[in-house]
């Protein structure tokens, strides 16, 4: 009895020993698997827009509505620069605008004033031909006067005297006539100066509309510049590296700090390009955060750089010179961060070292 419980106890330790080695092999089998599924690095940080906020004009600041690494909303007032310069040069340009549009009015009304003069001239050239067409026709009939008083005088059926009154008529017709022809091109003359006066006040008209939209170009740029005479915050998030004081004289492009943008974060990584044949855009990614453990996050690979990070280099390798070793390029991947509470966003930074695990297909 003895012997058989020896041996039922000795079969029972051998299926426990066989079935555990079985529950061994069937995990690492899973791991195995679950291993050969997904690719993963800690070769990744968090990444957010860091936008440097500079002056757009000179001057000497007059107030500065921040402080160092503090919070910001989005159109949140950070600096005045004395816009006392800029609201003069807006005065003036609204004043050379007014000008120009009181000038456009003057012209215009020139215009007017030469097309009508130049209407007169042309009635008065045509009053004149008209004028040579009578003297035309008492010339004509003078002529004919003269030639039968003449041919009556020799037949003895005129006198003398009626032959010279005749021929002072003609004469009287003749200068009326060529006097009648200089009139005209006196007045032709006339004519084509007041029309080519007219033209000239037309040109002048576009000029002066042209001169307006110059004028108002000029407003419009002092009133861009008196805008940047205050300097807002471009994004939510917080601004840093705060390089600006009261009193301090600035000039175009100045640095004034750098404004964070954390509340839009995602996640850089740099995988091997041994590790990309099955990664794909849309494939889940877990994400760990090195400074906050127990924080797991999940999100969705994005996009791939369009080139490995060596050819963003500073000098990039040139593989044709010297002796060559290869070496693993890695590609790096933006990975964008499903959802963030307010809690993580305060604590997580642009910066921070992540461990990410892409699950391919």
């Known amino acids: 009895m003895e012997k058989e419980n020896k041996k039922e106890k000795k079969g029972s330790k051998m299926k426990f020993v066989i079935g555990g080695l079985v529950i061994a092999v069937v995990v690492v089998i899973v791991i195995f698997m679950m291993g050969g599924k997904t690719q993963s690095t800690d070769n990744a940080q968090l990444d957010a827009n860091i936008i ?24 949140q007032l950070l600096v005045i ?43 008065s050239t045509e009053s ?5 067409n009578s003297a035309k026709a008492k010339l004509n009939k003078a002529t004919e006067d003269f030639k039968r008083t003449k041919n009556m005088f020799t037949a003895k059926a005129a006198t003398q005297a009626e032959l010279d009154n005749s ?14 022809l200089k009139q005209l091109k006196v007045s032709q003359s006339q004519s084509a100066g007041v029309r080519s006066q007219a033209l000239g006040q037309v040109s002048l008209v576009s000029l002066a509309e042209a001169l307006i939209r110059q004028r108002e170009a000029e407003l419009k740029l002092a ?20 390089s600006i004081e009261v009193g301090q004289y600035v000039s175009t492009g100045q640095s004034v700090c750098s404004a964070i943008d954390n509340t839009s974060l995602w996640v850089s990584a ?9 990664m794909r855009i849309g494939q889940p990614v877990e994400i760990k955060i090195d400074a906050y453990p127990h924080i797991k996050l999940t999100g969705k690979l994005n996009s791939f750089v369009g080139a490995t990070g060596a050819k963003f280099s500073l000098l990039p390798p040139d593989n044709a010179t010297g002796n060559f070793v290869k070496i693993v390029q890695r590609v790096p991947v933006k990975i964008t961060i499903d959802h963030l509470t307010k809690e993580e966003l305060k604590i997580l930074f642009p910066g921070l070292s992540a461990y990410v695990s892409v699950k391919v297909k």
Do not use: H, W
């Open 223 to 242: 009133i861009t510049q008196l805008d940047y005479a205050t300097i807002e915050a471009p994004c939510d998030g917080i601004v840093s590296k705060r």
């Open 128 to 132: 004149t031909q008209e004028t040579i």
């Open 167 to 180: 021929s002072a008529e003609l004469e009287v017709a003749q200068a009326q006539y060529d006097a009648s």
């Open 52 to 75: 440097p906020v500079r002056t757009s004009i000179t001057g000497y600041v007059k107030e500065v509505l921040f402080e160092d690494n503090q919070e910001v909303k989005k159109g």
């Open 270 to 278: 740099n995988f091997k390009e041994t590790q990309l044949e099955n």
């Open 81 to 123: 620069i004395d816009d006392t310069e800029y609201k003069t040069k807006v005065a003036q340009a609204e004043a050379a605008l007014e000008n120009a549009k009181a000038n456009l009015n003057a012209v215009k009304s020139n215009a007017v004033t030469s097309n009508q003069n130049a209407s007169a001239a042309m009635f």
